[in-house]
């Protein structure tokens, strides 16, 4: 679910805690089916004979470092944020 903030506030209280409740309660159930569906295009991607390349996702994190180190420094928060998205790297 995605609404701006200004739409958002304008919402009385209560949907918008009934909204957050109904996002949490579906949220595993999208991640689950978005990685199924993941799982499956790159199937069908490679049984076309297309050349899937994988990542390596601990050596761009290395690689990075320099750059998240500056955003952490420069974004209140950021380093939370950095640690929130790495944190992902293992979905």
Sequence with gaps: MAVGLNA????????????????????AYVYDTA??????????????GAAINETDRDGFI????????????????GRALIDRAIALRTR
């Design 8 to 27: 958002w506030n304008r919402l009385p209280e209560d949907v918008r805690a009934q909204l957050e409740a109904i996002a949490r309660g579906v949220q």
């Design 35 to 48: 990685e199924r569906m993941d799982v499956e295009l790159l199937e069908r991607i490679r049984s076309a």
């Design 62 to 77: 290395r690689a990075s470092q320099a750059i998240y180190d500056e955003f952490a420094a420069a974004v209140p928060g």
